[in-house]
């Protein structure tokens, strides 16, 4: 049984940068993209990142862009959300996620695409 295991996560202040890891183990996992996701209480999870395995293109929510950057380690089997310039608007629960399938430059911005979550890591950004 494959999982993905998020960690990094903490409590900042504003202005503070954040680095979460999302390390896949157990499977081999489909190398097609890898997605971040977050979700605030009481609000529904939203896109945040994605990046391909192959050839590496990332894509970002336009609320993060600028300040967070999307990476991965293939070697590793890890992907990573370096987050700079932290808001207290990104305090959420985030998660990464992979697909099953290949996805389209507009799929890989959809949760309902991805396939694989992990447990979640909280940020907390206080102001």
């Known amino acids: 049984q494959g999982q993905l295991v998020e960690s990094g996560g903490g409590l900042v202040q504003a202005g503070s940068s954040l680095r979460l890891s999302c390390a896949a183990s157990g499977r081999t996992f489909s190398r097609y993209a890898m997605g971040w996701f977050r979700q605030a209480p009481g609000k529904e999870r939203e896109f945040v990142a994605a990046i391909r395995w192959s050839g590496g293109s990332t894509y970002y929510a336009d609320s993060v862009k600028g300040r967070f950057t999307i990476s991965r380690d293939s070697a590793k089997n890890t992907v990573y959300l370096q987050m700079n310039s932290l808001k207290p608007e990104d305090t959420a629960v985030y998660y990464c996620?992979?697909?099953?399938?290949?996805?389209?430059?507009?799929?890989?911005?959809?949760?309902?695409?991805?396939?694989?979550w992990g447990q979640g890591t909280q940020v907390t950004v206080s102001s």
């Open positions: 996620a992979a697909p099953a399938v290949p996805l389209s430059d507009y799929g890989i911005r959809m949760i309902s695409t991805y396939n694989y």
